[in-house]
């Protein structure tokens, strides 16, 4: 066997840089480069081997190690996971930065390569510096906190084992149906430890992406189910959009008619103005989509996990008599609401679910309906689009400015706050991968370091991040990197003094938006002063973006179109009326209300949900 003597931290680089996928008839390099902040638990190791890099493996410098690991999620996503990011950091504090980017990764199916440094193997040197010391194993360090955020974890404690743990890293990250995070804990010294590897190991490597049909017996029963429908309901999760199966979904729906629904992932998955799409479903749905689910007796999901928001905390379908039929990659989906589970990729499936249908059509007076719905939807949307009577705009007359701006294939970015809600109801998207929201985890911060990574992966989109001053203040660090790295992005930071989203769920608890309006302490010795003026246009220019303040119709879309115009970051700053909220549509979410209290308030707003949870039947 030829063997080549080189460190762990070299074989482990090499070895990424020769890792290829396929699948149907597309073959490419899987990782498309390597991010990183250096401390001394890396700084020798992966930071040696990556100096001297293979050529296809870009090195990128960002400036917090979360957020590159949601820019890391994000490009896999805007890929359709068929290539992911690696991100490497130091020991300790630069490591456990990485656990929420990792649990937003796992939760949202997103393949993502975590690279801790990890304690000295020899345990030489100990505690080294940051080091967590616990009393009762030596074998024990802060990277164990990955383990429940990881689809795959390990340590290379011997650089042996570096090549099996490779291969089962690649595994995960390629497989439809396990992929997530996948951390390896790197030992500071054994990433510069050296050892004579197999030179085979570093040959490329091809993983073929299947697409896995399900059983034959379940399909039939699936159809037969499918045919004795009288208002059937389809849901389009995350999974069409990573199974490529957009246009398989578009005949289905064209051949049955069969109303589509969106969750927050599956947005997108046809365009808006198609026939048989009813938009948002759910919690953030759109009146069509709700109202369809509850009068629904069959209701197909596909590529959906089935959160709370997508099924109204369990309220939004069918009264009790509605069956289910989810076409799913993994079990764990599959099997979701007893669901008749058909195992299999989306596009595949989709289409043998297509000829199991062939010459059905759900009947004349459905397919009015869902029109009547649709066209009656549309026109709500107009009406929040245009403009309001106040003197502060509105978000939703703000998403309307952006998209009658935005190009069919632009990309919104966005992930928490009230504009989730708004633009999964809201956004008319016109082409797959035109609305990006991360809304498994939906985590504040993640959007421009989010938006960073969709346009890595689209350099040919232009891609809107759109983002609440919350989300803002706390992780904006990012827009340095897109300078640094000459990533256009487009920022709007809708700035209502505060948590927007979670003061109007306070009120509806009984409790009065406490603790989130951004005011200074008041003379009661509360947080009810005055109001605190961030100047986002400073902070944003001080990072090197092109920064501007727009606060109506003609200013934004000035703003829009001089962005559009430029190459550079631009950051436009709207102020938004934090009261004129886009409501819910025939739809509920469940959180629970305190039993007990001693403000009315609270006693009210119990009661209300007691009343809800009867009304809909809920123990
Ligand atoms: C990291 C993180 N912390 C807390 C939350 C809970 N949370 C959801 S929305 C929100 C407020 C967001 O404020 P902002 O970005 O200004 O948006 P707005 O609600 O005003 O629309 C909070 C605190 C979260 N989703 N993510
Ligand atoms: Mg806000």
Request: with cysteine; charged share 20%.
């Amino acid at each position: 066997m030829k063997v080549e003597k080189v460190t762990v931290a070299q074989a482990l680089v090499r070895f990424l840089g020769a890792q290829r996928v396929r699948r149907d008839d597309r073959e490419h390099q899987f990782f498309a480069g390597v991010f990183g902040i250096f401390g001394h638990g890396n700084v020798a190791g992966i930071g040696e081997a990556l100096l001297h890099r293979p050529a296809a493996l870009p090195y990128y410098l960002p400036r917090n190690e979360q957020a590159m690991v949601h820019t890391a999620a994000a490009f896999a996503k805007a890929s359709n996971r068929l290539r992911a990011l690696a991100c490497t950091t130091s020991i300790g504090p630069g490591a456990t930065n990485m656990l929420t980017g990792a649990a937003g990764a796992t939760i949202n199916r997103l393949p993502v390569l975590l690279l801790p440094g990890d304690i000295f193997a020899t345990r030489r040197p100990d505690p080294v510096l940051q080091q967590l010391e616990s009393e009762h194993s030596r074998d024990i360090s802060v990277n164990d906190c990955f383990k429940p955020v990881s689809r795959y974890w390990d340590r290379i404690n011997r650089p042996e084992q570096l090549t099996s743990a490779l291969l089962e890293a690649m595994r995960v990250l390629t497989s439809p149906a396990d992929t997530g995070a996948v951390t390896l804990g790197l030992p500071q010294d054994v990433q510069a430890e050296a050892f004579d590897y197999p030179v085979s190991f570093f040959e490329p490597r091809v993983w073929t992406i299947p697409r896995n049909r399900p059983d034959r017996d379940r399909l039939t029963a699936a159809a037969d189910l499918i045919r004795g429908a009288s208002q059937p309901l389809m849901i389009a999760g995350g999974g069409v959009h990573y199974s490529e199966a957009t246009v398989a979904l578009d005949r289905f729906a064209r051949a049955t008619g069969i109303p589509v629904a969106e969750t927050q992932a599956g947005k997108g998955a046809l365009p808006f103005d198609h026939p048989q799409s009813v938009g948002a479903i759910g919690a953030t749905g759109t009146a069509a989509a709700n109202r369809l689910a509850r009068d629904a007796d069959v209701v197909i999901v596909v590529g959906s996990r089935l959160s709370d928001f997508t099924t109204a905390s369990n309220t939004a379908f069918g009264r009790g008599r509605v069956r289910f039929v989810s076409l799913n990659v993994t079990e764990l989906d599959a099997y979701k609401l007893g669901a008749l589970a058909l195992v299999g990729d989306a596009r595949v499936s989709l289409q043998d679910l297509g000829e199991a249908l062939a010459g059905w059509h759900v009947r004349d007076s459905y397919v009015t309906q869902i029109a009547a719905e649709k066209q009656a939807w549309e026109r709500e949307v107009d009406r929040l689009y245009s403009p309001g009577d106040g003197p502060v705009m509105s978000q939703s007359e703000v998403i309307g400015i952006l998209n009658d701006f935005a190009g069919p294939t632009d990309v919104v970015v966005c992930a928490a706050g009230s504009l989730p809600g708004d633009l999964h109801k809201l956004w008319r998207t016109r082409t797959p991968g035109g609305y990006h929201l991360e809304y498994g985890y939906s985590c504040m911060g993640y959007e421009i370091a989010g938006g960073l990574g969709v346009k890595l992966a689209q350099p040919d989109r232009d891609v809107y991040v759109m983002i609440g001053d919350g989300s803002y203040l706390m992780m904006a660090q990012e827009i340095v990197t897109a300078v640094q790295e000459r990533v256009k992005l487009t920022v709007l930071v809708l700035d209502n003094h505060g948590f927007a989203s979670i003061g109007g769920l306070s009120a509806s608890v009984g409790c009065s938006g406490f603790g989130t309006r951004y005011k200074q302490r008041g003379a009661s010795g509360e947080l009810d002063g005055a109001c605190i003026d961030v100047d986002f246009v400073a902070n944003a220019a001080s990072m090197g973006a092109r920064a501007v303040r727009a606060a109506t119709r003609q200013e934004i879309r000035r703003a829009l179109e001089e962005a559009r115009d430029s190459e550079e970051v631009s950051v436009i700053v709207v102020p938004v009326d934090r009261e004129q909220r886009v409501g819910g549509y025939e739809s509920w979410w469940d959180v629970p209300v305190a039993e007990v209290s001693p403000l009315p308030d609270v006693q009210h707003a119990r009661a209300a949900y007691e009343r809800a949870r009867r009304e809909r039947h809920l123990q």
